[in-house]
């Protein structure tokens, strides 16, 4: 548990909550590519577990980068529009480098798509 600015209580289960919650995009993209790009019962199976690492990886990360500007930069980065370009760029940069790595495991190995 810990206080943040303004009296905020923080506890570990709302970290949770918030992180899954805002981070249904990668769940969205990493099911759908799954479905696509996939052949094997095993192989989809093995994307959609992956999912939820990569989420809570690029929500704590989503986070951190926007208290980072916001505390370097100025508050004006935890508004509405620097918030959302940060959090899609995050998503955009995270799907790109998972499905980049999948290709390549994919090709070396063969067997897994």
């Known amino acids: 548990m810990a206080l943040m600015p303004g009296g905020m209580v923080v506890t570990l289960g ?6 899954c919650r805002n981070n249904t995009g990668f769940f969205v993209f990493g099911i759908a590519y799954a479905f696509r790009y996939k052949h094997s019962s095993k192989a989809r199976l093995l ?5 939820v690492p ?14 980072t500007s916001a505390y370097y930069i100025g ?3 935890a508004e509405h529009r620097p918030h959302v370009l940060l959090s899609w760029s995050v998503l955009t940069v995270l799907l790109v480098a998972a499905i980049g790595v999948d290709r390549y495991v994919s090709r070396s190995r063969g067997s897994w798509n």
């Open 47 to 51: 994307v959609v577990v992956a999912i």
């Open 54 to 67: 990569l989420a809570v990886t690029g929500g704590v990360l989503r986070l951190w980068i926007i208290f």
């Open 75 to 77: 508050p004006v980065m």
């Open 14 to 19: 709302f970290l949770i909550f918030y992180l």
